[in-house]
T-cell receptor
Framework: DTAVSQTPKYLVTQMGNDKSIKCEQN?????MYWYKQDSKKFLKIMFS???????INETVPNRFSPKSPDKAHLNLHINSLELGDSAVYFC????????????FGDGTRLSIL | AQSVTQLGSHVSVSEGALVLLRCNYS??????LFWYVQYPNQGLQLLLK??????LVKGINGFEAEFKKSETSFHLTKPSAHMSDAAEYFC??????????????FGSGTKLNVKP
């Protein structure tokens, strides 16, 4: 059973389009995260939700909007896609308490044409 | 803010040789420390973690790491490299204390190449 699953795995689209990435975890965790990994493999936290409440909101263009319908799901919607949005986006989850490992999905590779 | 430094973006070793990947953190209060591995086209997988117990931590796949407070370091080692260890390795830290929401700060990663 997949612990953190993301869909789609690959997303190829045109500049200016709007797209969504979905994430679900079956670990019973309270906290979920979105990361962006660029071409140099650098990982940057974008957002985090704890039990459907936004708790981390880094400096991200407001074209990116997360949504958490329940604590097992965290989706990412991106409006007006730009070339610089091309990256791998990872979803992760963890218990709320500090010091707990985050569990990662396999990523969504977004390519903007 | 916390920062994590991984010295050496690329490390190359021969099969059977010692693997040493370096990680240093910046905070004066020792944080929680983690090592993750990323294989091509996959997500990050936890190798090991240090919370507050023994300073030498053993992880999966024969890896271990030692926390050294005086050096603010958490270097990852493996006595004998296997071809299957070739991957990207990330060090991550999370600050202690209430209200930190388990926020992780990642190093820039080290790509390990294992030569036959």
């Amino acid at each position: 059973d997949t612990a953190v699953s993301q869909t789609p795995k690959y997303l190829v689209t045109q500049m200016g389009n709007d797209k969504s990435i979905k994430c679900e975890q079956n670990l019973g965790h309270d906290t979920m995260y979105w990361y962006k990994q660029d071409s140099k493999k650098f990982l940057k936290i974008m957002f985090s939700y704890n039990n459907k409440e936004l708790i981390i909101n880094e400096t991200v263009p407001n074209r990116f909007s997360p949504k958490s319908p329940d604590k097992a799901h965290l989706n990412l919607h991106i409006n007006s896609l730009e070339l610089g949005d091309s990256a791998v986006y990872f979803c992760a989850s963890s218990p709320r308490q500090g010091g707990q490992p985050q569990h990662f999905g396999d990523g969504t590779r977004l390519s903007i044409l | 803010a916390q920062s994590v430094t991984q010295l050496g973006s690329h490390v190359s070793v021969s099969e059977g040789a010692l693997v040493l990947l370096r990680c240093n953190y910046s905070s004066s209060v020792p944080p929680y420390l983690f090592w993750y591995v990323q294989y091509p086209n996959q997500g990050l997988q936890l190798l090991l973690k240090y919370t507050s117990a023994a300073t030498l931590v053993k992880g999966i796949n024969g890896f271990e790491a030692e926390f050294k407070k005086s050096e603010t370091s958490f270097h990852l080692t493996k006595p004998s490299a296997h071809m299957s260890d070739a991957a990207e390795y990330f060090c991550a830290v999370s600050d202690r204390g209430f209200g930190n929401f388990n926020k992780f700060y990642f190093g820039s990663g080290t790509k390990l190449n294992v030569k036959p």
